[in-house]
């Protein structure tokens, strides 16, 4: 039975995930992800979280060592469902002899899309993805960016129900990160669901309804964006004067002191009533007094927390690929 949400059932819904490479490397240990259909959903970590791997399983590229859950309501590997989703992995490989126009048709032929469907789709998602001018050119004349443009309109080819972007903007310059973001949101408001993997923290700020965050091969934090940074909520103030003398009070009331800033967690006015009470009876004089509610990037450093592994680092030792799931 399939769990049932807002949006009707989960997209994506897997437990348990779990995947070691070789003897010691744990890529991914007891994994959960929900999707809810027709959401943008951001998977972020960093590097050697496990969240290419994920993707891999998700896609049948990699074998698990345990999995539970459905993708589109039926077991992960299922055929006729892996007909319905369109993926783009992360550093991707296009034969460079096929111009873009011939790449587009050949992937659609292999999702099994008629061929007066591939030529419309062609030429629409070209446009679509701004590629139309180089629809007869060679792959091998392409930059980095156009092929990352070329990538995401080859995942749409199949029109699926469930688009899967490993990187999405990786390569591209601010304007065709822009572009990117737009699109997104068109198949959003087209009704299909949007799994992203991306390193890039501000790119998901602005597109994803939810978010999960990977450490160290297990999930820190989900959740939407509201509600993560609703937890991360906080009062500063700034004031001027000696705030040594009143630190025992200002730690009572569960405010912390840092040079001539005071920070008072979550959202309780009151309590930060009682900190500027406390700072005028002292005839200390407060410059500021901000809300301040957390990004993404804050939402991120906090999960990752002081026994995590630096960010850009990556588990030893090669992780080879396996055998794909069967169907």
């Not at 990160?177 to 997104?184: E, G, Y």
């Not at 406390?278 to 509610?293: F, Y």
């Amino acid at each position: 039975m399939v769990a049932t949400t807002q949006h009707g059932t989960w997209a994506v819904e897997l437990h348990g995930v779990r995947k070691t490479y070789g003897r010691n490397v744990r890529a991914l240990d007891g994994v959960d992800v929900r999707v809810g259909r027709g959401e943008i959903f951001g998977l972020l970590g960093p590097n050697g979280a496990g969240k290419s791997t994920l993707v891999k399983i998700m896609m049948t590229v990699v074998r698990p060592d345990a999995i539970t859950g459905t993708v589109l309501g039926r077991r992960v590997g299922h055929r006729p469902t892996m007909e319905r989703i369109g993926y783009l992995p992360e550093a991707h490989r296009f034969p460079a002899y096929l111009t873009g126009k011939h790449l587009l048709d050949y992937y659609a032929a292999l999702a099994k899309v008629k061929r007066a469907d591939r030529r419309h789709r062609a030429g629409r998602l070209l446009e679509r993805v701004g590629m139309a001018d180089w629809a007869d050119t060679k792959i091998s004349k392409y930059s980095k960016g156009m092929l990352q443009r070329l990538g995401i309109a080859q995942a749409l080819m199949n029109d699926p129900s469930l688009v899967v972007l490993d990187e999405p903007t990786d390569g591209l310059d601010p304007i065709g990160r822009r572009d990117v973001r737009t699109l997104l949101l068109d198949l959003k408001a087209e009704g299909k669901t949007v799994f992203l993997n991306s390193h890039l923290l501000s790119e998901l700020e602005m597109v994803c309804d939810r978010v999960s965050i990977l450490v160290a091969g297990k999930v820190a934090r989900e959740g939407t964006l509201a509600e993560l940074s609703g937890e991360s909520v906080e009062y500063r103030i700034v004031a001027e004067g000696d705030l040594a003398s009143i630190a025992n009070e200002l730690k009572r009331l569960g405010a912390g002191i840092d040079g001539d800033t005071i920070t008072i967690p979550g959202e309780d006015r009151a309590k930060l009533n009682k900190v500027i009470d406390l700072l005028r009876a002292g005839g200390r004089l407060i410059e500021s007094v901000t809300p301040h509610r957390c990004s993404l990037e804050d939402i991120f450093v906090q999960a990752m927390g002081p026994g995590a592994p630096p960010v850009g680092t990556a588990p030893v030792g090669a992780a080879p690929v396996a055998r794909p799931a069967s169907s």
